[in-house]
């Protein structure tokens, strides 16, 4: 199908091994085939291909559970005098039993003949059994390059250690462990390199898949990143002048700002979900209390702050006089500072128009009303805990996942904000949530965020 | 790649616009819901995710009519710009004809004249210097004086702009021309453009004045050395000279002094008008010049290295889409009877009533409440057979008792599944025994753990259905976790409870 450069690997197993999760995590379609706990849920061969350098260059093939490989292997030891294994294979499928009972298992040596390498794909928490040693040997009979990946060893049943000794005595090392539940990107690695190792003419193609990979991983963190500090930016910068001590107005404004920042969080969800190919009603949202795209806790009851070890004494939304006032501060330093450094009468001016229109302001009893640091924080420690979520998460995981729900805290503990998101508190225009003016500074804005991505790609595995 | 309907030919730069443009509509809910067609054409058309991304933009937009409207925006921009420009020709023709009067005498101080034209011009290249060293060293602390000609040309084509798509293609064009390196060497070619236009008008107005007008250049000072004066001429004539604009010797410069009792000499009229010109020639307009081209390449630069920030969400969550990690090929090997399947009826078992029990484990783990199972009173022990061969052997001792009356029990977990060939396992064991048989399935809340209660549930269905299909009485099915000693407590005790009531009777 790939002509003379593609790579075909079958997905063979017992049932119920996670043959279809291995490959949905593989090939990053949450979509692929069906996946229950039940045998047999694959019934036919279904194939997806994995894309290289923007082609389809490596087939996979998800094949029917063998299930009952005993018989299979007693049936084809009838045909010993028939010649090698593969010949006794082929025997096997001409005969009737291959159209009957053993239609299936006929189904998965179909496709093994016709692969260059085989997945062994083993359930971890099971022990090693006799059917296992059958099933091995019938497939030992195709002489195809086998690596035996173990699945769910992320599982606290795992028997990973025993199974690779097990498998080390009938002659199997290039074991690879890869759970299909807690996705680890250095476990697909490895099974890569396994088949790399066991299919020197296909180097090259195994190891380009292996950067474009790790490319997209790494372009994955990024954007995943990205995306929160675009969040906290515009969390950031919303401000609502309000009259100060006029409690309609301003709690008015309060209720206003904070419905604006729940409605840009949920975006977010949604934007983080969309970028991991996930489903919103997916498991891991449900695991982490997010409802309808939206995290149940509020973001601004004070049980939420607390539950990141922020203290909750405060109002959610404050902070604005004293605001104000840093910002009247600020003004005052860098118009002494463009003065001195001999800076423009234009420099001047707009300095002394927007922070002196803010002290006018002030004298006049406006303040700015924000969004407080503490539910900044916590907007960072919910999104990364997603983030973490996300990345850890296999594309197949239909079973529950632990995730350390509890053990979230709230970043830069301790610490002030990093100096990005200060920076976005005095740039009210850098915010969306608020309707920005003609011609907002992108450039500069699009600096405050890749620098607050960095700080946040530090607090992500 | 050039759309039949699109106004022009695009440049990749306006593509990137374009799509930046797009973006921002997607962001403020504007756009089709169904962007499939876009995105699959995208993914064919292949290259990287940038060339993705703008393909899919293209074609989303045509449909919007955004290209007309970035277009109408760019003519539109360019107007305003040339406005721009024109108004600077009249300022500086204003300047030129304001500055170059005679006093009552009929004389005109050259150095007066000078200043008044190039002076402005000088600072505010000093200034276009000092700003462009502030936004070289990556701060905008002090925003730059060339924001505020392009805020007030922002705002004013603001408020010409209606309707999402316009607004959308505004607020893009703005955002990248307006900020960043973009934004530095796109403003500082429109001041350079508008300086330049000053300088024009001036030099035209001079030329117009000094053909139909007649002047008398002097120069005067009080304290300072005339000698210094001579100097500072010669200097200022060494580089108009260059261009041939500049003839002025020792004896006119100190002719031209101004006296009381005598008109500068007729000669040098022509020598300082040509020294004025000279001067604004190569003091104003050269350098203009010089930096409006610098800027335009400058300019067309960064326009060429500019690409979109593809980490922004509106950009990176196209990514799974666009750049998929893999493609469907579909089924090849088809399942042709595929088996309709139920869920099983779920029914508390109960262990047939015999004396003695024959307990065999089938691929399980000894279970934590020891084995054999102390519920099977005076137990045969057939062992645990986790392969073929231990399972044919145990089935060759269940023969040999064959002549005792004597129930089997057979041992599972749930965590198995019930596939085939645990349903053959189950019907050899089913052949092999005359007497009685039960299933008990133990590991339940392991499994629960495992797979969740619902597919549980269904398994729990399966293994029935595979033992009712293999022979067993569904009466005789049993779930009871062996793991647990309290289940397996209760499950004694109310199995003692029946018999207790049921045995005087």
């Known amino acids: 199908m790939n002509g003379e450069t593609g790579l075909r690997m079958a997905i063979v197993g017992h049932t119920n091994t996670g043959k279809t999760s291995l490959l949905r995590t593989l090939t990053r379609d949450v979509a692929f085939g069906e996946i229950s706990a039940r045998p047999g849920t694959t019934r036919h061969v279904e194939a997806t291909s994995l894309m290289v350098g923007g082609r389809a260059r490596v087939d996979l093939y998800d094949t029917p559970g063998l299930e009952d490989s005993t018989t299979l292997l007693a049936l084809l030891g009838e045909y010993r005098e028939r010649g090698d294994g593969i010949d006794r294979i082929r025997s096997f499928l001409d005969s009737a039993a291959a159209r009957g009972e053993l239609e299936q298992e006929a189904k998965v040596l179909r496709q093994v003949l016709g692969s260059d390498v085989l997945l062994y794909v083993i359930d971890a928490r099971e022990p090693m059994l006799g059917r296992h040693r059958d099933e091995l040997m019938v497939l030992g009979l195709a002489a195809r390059p086998l690596i035996p990946v173990l699945n769910f060893t992320g599982s606290a049943e795992s028997r990973e250690s025993a199974w690779r000794e097990h498998l080390a005595r009938i002659g199997l090392h290039a074991v690879v462990a890869f759970d299909t539940v807690l996705f680890d990107p250095a476990d697909e690695r490895r099974l890569y390199e396994a088949v790399q190792a066991m299919l020197a003419p296909q180097y090259d193609l195994l190891q380009q898949l292996i950067e474009e990979r790790e490319a997209a991983w790494q372009a994955l963190r990024r954007s995943a990143a990205a995306t929160v500090a675009d969040l906290l930016i515009d969390a950031a910068g919303a401000a609502r002048r309000v009259r100060e001590g006029n409690a309609a107005e301003m709690s008015s404004a309060s209720t206003w700002l904070q419905e604006r920042v729940r409605e840009r969080e949920e975006r977010c969800i949604r934007q983080l979900m969309e970028l991991f190919a996930f489903r919103s009603e997916d498991v891991v949202a449900e695991r982490l209390a997010i409802e309808h795209g939206r995290w149940q806790m509020d973001l601004f009851a004070p049980e939420t702050l607390r539950r990141f070890g922020l203290s909750a004494g405060t109002g959610a939304v404050k902070g604005a006089a004293v ?46 009303l924000r969004v407080d640091e503490n539910t900044l924080r916590v907007l960072a420690a919910r999104e990364l805990q997603l983030i973490d979520a996300l990345l850890r998460r296999g594309h197949a995981s239909l079973s529950q996942v632990e995730l350390k729900g509890d053990a979230a805290r709230a970043p830069w503990p301790g610490a002030d904000l990093p100096a990005a998101l200060r920076r976005a508190r005095h740039h009210p225009e850098w915010s969306t949530l608020i309707a920005r003016g003609p011609g907002a500074p992108e450039a500069e804005r699009a600096a405050a965020l890749h620098a607050l991505q960095e700080k946040l790609l530090q607090q992500l595995p | 790649m050039a759309e039949v309907s699109s106004p022009r030919v695009i440049t990749p730069f306006q593509r990137r616009l374009l799509a930046e443009a797009w973006r921002r509509i997607e962001e403020t809910g504007g756009g089709p819901v169904d962007t499939t067609h876009a995105e699959l054409a995208a993914v064919a058309q292949g290259g990287d995710f940038e060339t993705r991304v703008l393909n899919r933009a293209q074609a989303l937009a045509l449909s919007a009519d955004l290209p007309r409207a970035l277009h109408g925006l760019q003519q539109a921009i360019r107007r305003a710009a040339w406005t721009l420009i024109a108004i600077g020709g009249v300022i500086g023709a204003v300047a030129a004809r304001s500055t170059l009067n005679a006093d009552h005498a009929g004389l005109v101080n050259f150095y007066w004249v000078l200043v008044a034209l190039l002076g402005v011009h000088s600072v505010a290249l000093l200034m276009w210097f000092v700003s462009l060293l502030f936004s070289f060293s990556g701060s905008n602390v002090p925003p730059t004086p060339l924001r505020a000609p392009f805020e007030a040309l922002a705002r004013m084509l603001a408020s010409a702009v209606s309707g999402n798509v316009q607004r959308s293609a505004y607020s893009a064009w703005m955002g990248i021309i307006g900020s960043g390196v973009l934004g530095r060497w796109g403003l500082s070619a429109l001041l350079h453009a508008f300086w330049l236009a000053a300088l024009g008008g001036m030099l035209a107005v001079t030329l117009l004045m000094l053909s139909a007008r007649q002047f008398d250049f002097v120069w005067e000072t009080t304290i300072l050395p005339d000698e210094g004066f001579i100097k500072l001429t010669e200097r200022l004539q060494d580089l108009p000279a260059r261009l041939g604009l500049g003839s002025l010797d020792r004896e006119t410069i100190l002719a031209s002094r101004r006296a009381a009792e005598r008109a500068p000499p007729p000669g040098a009229r022509r020598g300082w008008s040509t020294l004025l010109i000279g001067s604004l020639i190569a003091y104003g307009m050269l350098p203009r010049i010089a930096l409006l081209a610098f800027s335009l390449l400058m300019l067309g630069r960064s326009r060429g290295r500019y690409r979109l920030d593809l980490e922004l969400p509106g950009y990176a969550r196209l990514r799974p889409r666009l750049m998929p990690a893999s493609r469907r090929i579909g089924v090849v090997d088809a399942d042709i009877g595929a088996a309709a399947r139920r869920d099983g009826e779920l029914r508390a078992g109960r262990l047939p009533a ?122 005789h099915i049993l779930v009871l976790d062996l793991d647990d000693a309290e289940e397996l407590r209760e499950f004694l005790l109310a199995r003692d409870d029946r018999h207790g009531a049921g045995g005087p009777a």
């Open chain 2, 354 to 475: 015999a004396r003695e029990t024959a307990v065999l484990g089938i691929e399980i783990d000894p279970p934590g409440t020891g084995w054999p199972p102390a519920l099977a009173i005076g137990a045969q022990d057939l062992g645990i057979a986790v392969e073929r061969a231990a399972l044919d052997c145990a089935l060759q001792r269940l023969r040999a008792l064959q002549d005792h009356p004597l129930s089997l029990l057979v041992v599972c977990s749930l965590t198995a599944s019930p596939d085939r060939g645990m349903a053959r396992v189950l019907r050899d064991c089913r052949a092999a025994h005359h007497g009685p048989i039960a299933l008990l399935l133990t590991q339940r809340a392991r499994t629960a753990v495992r797979l969740g209660e619902t597919a549980c549930r269904e398994r729990e269905g399966d293994w029935r259905r595979i033992a009712i299909a293999t022979g067993f009485d569904a009466a």
């Open chain 1, 323 to 368: 605001g104000a006032g840093i910002d009247v501060i600020a003004g005052g330093l860098s118009l002494g500072m463009a003065a001195t450094l001999g800076a423009t009468i234009g420099a001047l001016w707009s300095t002394v128009d927007r922070f002196g229109r803010k002290l006018l302001d002030r004298l006049r009893g406006y303040v700015d």
